[in-house]
């Protein structure tokens, strides 16, 4: 479970990651629309992608016992 947990929140990580920052050159570059979605839209589910996997690494960390 650990090492799943592990994998999701680093690919859910790297993912929130390029949707961020797809969604800050759509917006630099003067677009307010990407792929059919507004770009805070896209910035806010980058946002979250983030935090659920931010989330998945704190419960690794915390169910690890302490040494």
């Known amino acids: ?3 799943l947990l592990l994998w999701v929140g680093g690919l859910a ?3 929130g990651i390029v949707l961020c920052a797809w969604a800050v050159y759509n917006r630099v570059a ?3 629309l990407a792929g059919g979605f507004q770009v805070g839209t ?3 589910a980058g946002m979250a992608t983030i935090l ?3 989330l998945c690494l704190l419960v690794v960390l915390t169910n ?3 040494r």
């Open 1 to 3: 479970m650990e090492s």
């Open 52 to 54: 659920i996997g931010c």
């Open 13 to 15: 990580g790297v993912a």
């Open 30 to 32: 003067g677009s307010y």
């Open 64 to 66: 690890r016992p302490p």
């Open 42 to 44: 896209l910035l806010q």
